[in-house]
């Protein structure tokens, strides 16, 4: 069965910290993993990884995938208190846009 | 930036009524999904419609669940009769193709209440 498990489930950082978010996955025809925050509502895109070996990178945020061993890693440096949300990641398995998800990380970054 | 929309953001009704939960992708995307997540429990894809026809559907989209783009910016997702298990959050998304470069973006989801 395909699956897609993230840890730690939750986490509790002061501003300042760095965080490390970790996600590994079990694959049938893997094509992409994609991590998204939620924020009480919509699941908003950050990063979709098909290579391995590549970090993409946005700002603070930065994210890899290691294909062999089949995981992600997303980290956030410099964490602020706007990056509490919960992060999501997602495998996408060839099958049209069906993701499945992991249960998130709910990431709180105290002032 | 573009983005999906969803109305309602919150729907209440009652167990055995039909509910149509409606979205507007992002203009130029071609392909639409639903996905749910009740309280607590992961995001699960629910149904994936390209060119007037689902390509993909889950185990969860049963008889009870069907899907229509009625013209060409609407794309709604009608439960025929509510149960109290379809309360959850359900969100609409779009990508402009599929796979490589072509994430899913989401709308801010419908809350659906069944009581």
Redesign the interface.
């Known amino acids: 069965e395909d699956k897609v498990v993230q840890s730690p489930l939750s986490l509790v950082v002061h501003e300042g910290d760095t965080v490390t978010l970790n996600c590994s996955y079990e694959v049938t025809n893997f094509?992409?993993l994609?991590w998204?925050k939620q924020e009480k509502?919509?699941?908003?895109?950050l990063f979709?990884l098909?290579s391995s070996g590549i970090e993409k990178k946005s700002g603070r945020l930065s994210s890899i995938l290691d294909k062999k061993e089949l995981f992600s890693i997303l980290n956030i440096t410099a964490t602020q208190t706007g990056d509490s949300a919960v992060y999501?990641c997602?495998g996408?398995y060839?099958?049209?846009?069906?993701?499945?998800?992991?249960?998130?990380t709910e990431l709180s970054v105290k002032p | 930036e573009p983005e999906v929309t969803q109305t309602p953001s919150h729907q209440v009704t009652q167990m055995g009524q039909e509910v149509i939960l409606r979205c507007v992708p992002i203009s130029n995307h071609l392909y639409f999904y639903w996905y749910r997540q009740i309280l607590g429990q992961k995001v699960e894809f629910l149904v994936s419609f390209y060119n007037n026809e689902i390509s993909e559907k889950s185990e969860i989209f049963d008889d009870q669940f069907s899907v229509e783009r009625p013209d060409g910016s609407n794309f709604t997702l009608k439960i025929r009769s509510t149960k109290l298990e379809d309360s959850a959050m359900y969100f609409c998304a779009s990508s402009l193709g599929q796979g490589f470069r072509s994430p899913l973006h989401f709308g801010n989801g419908t809350r659906l209440t069944v009581t």
């Open positions: 094509r992409s994609l998204y509502k919509a699941p908003t895109f979709m098909t999501l997602a996408d060839n099958q049209g846009g069906k993701l499945i998800f992991g249960q998130g």
